[in-house]
């Protein structure tokens, strides 16, 4: 019933920057805090970024606070991953994921997260 659709990744040179979309199907997307996670290769899915119902609050991991921005227009349901001064370490595919209902405190758990996108490639290179 929920569907979750990345798009935006790309190979992008160290220092750069990508915008990564996630479009939400659904009519109570507005009603859902969302995150963002990234898996490279051999490792396991991390998170990486989450913002609350109404994008008032928003929460990082240190490793991209200060180059990483999430956002959302629930409009167009639709969350954003911009990402500035890209690292190598940042290479991975990345994911959108829904956060359970009647959760409202960020957490970096898979298990909090019902619904997940596909995931779309991210690659940094120096």
């Known amino acids: 019933q929920v569907q979750l659709v990345e798009s935006g990744g790309g190979l992008v040179q160290a220092g750069g920057s990508l915008r990564l979309s996630c479009a939400a199907s659904?009519?109570?997307?507005?009603?859902?805090?969302m995150g963002w996670f990234r898996q490279a290769p051999g490792k396991e899915r991390e998170f990486v970024a989450h913002?609350?119902?109404?994008?008032?609050?928003?929460y990082y991991v240190d490793s991209v606070k200060g180059r990483f921005t999430i956002s959302r227009d629930n409009t167009k349901n639709t969350v954003y991953l911009q990402m500035n001064s890209l690292k190598p370490e940042d290479t991975a595919v990345y994911y959108c994921?829904?956060?359970?209902?009647?959760?409202?405190?960020?957490?970096?758990?898979?298990?909090?997260?019902?619904?997940w996108g596909q995931g779309t490639q991210v690659t940094v290179s120096s």
């Open positions: 659904g009519r109570t997307f507005s009603s859902y805090a």
């Open positions: 994921a829904r956060q359970r209902q009647f959760r409202t405190i960020p957490s970096p758990r898979l298990e909090e997260y019902d619904y």
């Open positions: 913002i609350n119902w109404n994008g008032g609050t928003t």
